[in-house]
């Protein structure tokens, strides 16, 4: 497992559409089906399980002549596919829902020790009645990049309520269930997964220059407000 993110999107009072979006190595294990976690600070809390995907996307970091050659299609080289999860429910109004997703175990990666699994989050305030939907990551890819060449990288977040986004790096989790820290290499930490890294936390926009080949988990937590201020 390589990474994850959860969106919602407010389709009617108090009803969601919840999405996971996961992203597996094809040279690893086989997708299973997925468990969505829901609890609030009004004493509400539920899983939704048995989820499977509803899309499956190809998003191999190779050029288009060498995707027959990626492990998805039993080749060697190096690629990933896209799993959608959906669900749909009502969530009842209150100031703080937490939305999360947790599996064992991730990729091997250069600035996390061991092979912890995943975490992920979503929350939201419904508690005024307002309809919102969260933000959405829009590229679907693991980005590749070349050692020793400086990178600017975004991943296009957006929003589609036009509320103003904040974004910040944080430390990379994984579930016992409770979200626990993982434990990074000396040196690296969740605000500098690479050395020298920084984010712009208007824009999104990230810019490193990679010292070393490998896998690095980089966290990217987005809080939105609105007009008025309000988170």
């Not at 509803?54 to 492990?71: F, G, K, R, Y």
């Not at 016992?176 to 000396?186: D, L, R, S």
Request: glycine share 8%; with cysteine.
């Amino acid at each position: 497992f390589s990474g994850a993110s959860i969106t919602y999107e407010c389709i009617g009072t108090n009803m969601y559409d919840i999405y996971l979006d996961m992203y597996l190595d094809c040279s690893g294990a086989p997708i299973t089906p997925q468990t969505l976690y829901f609890e609030n600070s009004c004493g509400v809390s539920f899983s939704v399980g048995s989820l499977t995907a509803i899309s499956v996307q190809e998003v191999s970091p190779l050029c288009p002549s060498q995707i027959s050659n990626s492990t998805c299609n039993g080749g060697a080289l190096p690629s990933f596919r896209k799993y959608r999860f959906k669900t749909t429910l009502y969530l009842s109004p209150c100031n703080f829902w937490k939305i999360y997703w947790y599996i064992c175990c991730r990729n091997t990666m250069q600035n996390i020790q061991l092979t912890p699994g995943l975490y992920v989050e979503a929350t939201l305030d419904n508690e005024s009645g307002l309809c919102d939907a969260s933000p959405r990551f829009v590229d679907t890819g693991i980005p590749y990049v070349c050692v020793n060449q400086p990178i600017q990288y975004n991943p296009g977040v957006s929003d589609a309520d036009g509320h103003t986004m904040v974004f910040s790096l944080i430390g990379a989790r994984y579930g016992t269930p409770a979200p626990t820290p993982v434990t990074y290499f000396p040196t690296f930490t969740g605000t500098q997964p690479f050395v020298g890294i920084n984010l712009n936390a208007f824009t999104g926009q990230l810019s490193f220059t990679p010292t070393a080949t490998g896998y690095y988990t980089v966290v990217i937590k987005v809080t939105t407000y609105t007009s008025g201020g309000v988170l």
